[in-house]
């Protein structure tokens, strides 16, 4: 599966994963290419 290119498929929220690479966010990692899972820390103070 291709990189999604910036454009979320899911809203970013804790236990989802976003692209290390362009950004985007899914809840399924591999929608994306370089899935890093989203901590707490990465949503708060947004
Ligand atoms: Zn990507």
Request: avoid cysteine; charged fraction near 35%.
């Given at each position: 599966m291709g990189c999604r290119k910036g454009k979320d498929e899911n809203k970013p929220k804790v236990?989802?994963?976003r692209c290390k690479k362009c950004g985007a966010a899914s809840k399924?990692?591999?929608?994306?290419c370089k899935p890093k899972k989203i901590k707490k820390e990465d949503?708060?103070?947004?």
């Open positions: 236990g989802r994963f399924n990692k591999g929608h994306l949503v708060d103070g947004e």
